[in-house]
T-cell receptor, first 112, second 116 residues
């Protein structure tokens, strides 16, 4: 079936550095993508989203890039802070409905 | 902003008993809510889509007689794990969509179920 997956299960960065978390998706019909942050024992928290008619969207310290040609999504976090340590999931919604499909997740560890 | 409240946050039950988990939209109405299950170090897997006033739609491989979903009002969906067994131990999370269209999926804080 269609799926969304990630390249790296764990990413360790130094505090203050930029982080890049990647995600590959397989459903070419997906038209909406969301990045979530999940801290231990908590539900996912919305970070940023992007529609398929865009290739870049910026938020506060975060940027999402979408490359539809290679079906790749990335989340960039600027000046990573210890509070950014969490698991990050990409999720997509296809054109068949409103169900979210989650990727495998990447654990971001920020070293002080 | 939109808030989804989930209760309880954690529960321990004996094998063979049933456990009910509640998911409430606090400041919006949700005709559709979603139930996910998450095992340790894994992603969220959609279990079912809960529709207000009608039967839930279950994903393939999810036993509807074991995971009973009731969405009796626009602000409350419940998931009952019946005859729980240790393999049902997991983190259960609900979500809802405030308003129409895409975006704004709001998640509950999750329920950690441990079956002993």
């Amino acid at each position: 079936g269609e799926s969304v997956g990630l390249h790296l299960p764990t990413l360790s960065v130094q505090e203050g550095d930029n982080s890049i978390i990647n995600c590959a998706y397989s459903n070419s019909a997906s038209d909406y993508f969301i990045w979530y942050k999940q801290e231990s024992g908590k539900g996912p928290q919305f970070i940023i989203d992007i529609r398929s008619n865009m290739d870049k969207r910026q938020g506060q310290r975060v940027t999402v890039l979408l490359n539809k040609t290679v079906k790749h999504l990335s989340l960039q976090i600027a000046a990573t802070q210890p509070g950014d340590s969490a698991v990050y999931f990409c999720a997509e919604i296809g054109n068949a409905g409103n169900m979210l499909t989650f990727g495998g997740g990447t654990r971001l560890m920020v070293k002080p | 902003g939109a808030v989804v409240s989930q209760h309880p946050s954690w529960v321990i039950c004996k094998s063979g008993t049933s456990v009910k988990i509640e998911c409430r939209s606090l400041d919006f109405q949700a005709t559709t809510m979603f139930w996910y299950r998450q095992f340790p170090k894994q992603s969220l897997m959609l279990m079912a889509t809960s529709n207000e006033g009608s039967k839930a739609t279950y994903e393939q491989g999810v036993e509807k007689d074991k995971f009973l979903i009731n969405h009796a009002s626009l602000t409350l969906s419940t998931l009952t794990v019946t005859s729980a067994h240790p393999e049902d131990s997991s983190f259960y999370i609900c979500s809802a969509i405030p308003g129409q269209g895409f975006g704004g999926y709001t998640f509950g804080s999750g329920t950690r179920l441990t079956v002993v």
